[in-house]
Nanobody, 117 residues
């Protein structure tokens, strides 16, 4: 059992920045991959960024070069630094965790990010 709690969402103007955090608790020894997905109204959930325990990184094409994912060494916390935010980044951002690169086993409840023009 792993619990994920996101924080750091809010309202920001276009061009601004936000830093999201996701704290993991429970059986965190089983987590090898943590990341972020987002979902905007009427759209499919899409990959934002993912990081492995060993430091492997991947980003969705729409956020690469603007967002940065990082994690602590124990994989207890993952961060998403979001810069140069655009209105189209507005979405609910969900933290996720899994035991392998290609699977998601746990989800957080999400945090709302709203970017105004």
């Amino acid at each position: 059992q792993v619990q994920l709690v996101e924080s750091g969402g809010g309202l920001v103007q276009a061009g601004g920045s936000l830093r999201l955090s996701c704290a993991a608790s429970g059986s965190t020894f089983s987590i090898n991959v943590m990341g972020w997905y987002r979902q905007a109204p009427g759209k499919q959930r899409e990959l934002v960024a993912v990081v492995s325990r060993g430091g492997r990184l991947d980003y969705g094409s729409s956020v690469k070069d603007r967002f940065t994912i990082s994690r602590d060494n124990a994989m207890n916390t993952v961060y998403l630094q979001m810069n140069s935010l655009k209105p189209e980044d507005t979405a609910v951002y969900y933290c996720n965790a899994g035991v392998a690169w290609t699977r998601i086993d746990y989800w957080g409840q999400g945090t709302q990010v709203t970017v105004s023009s």
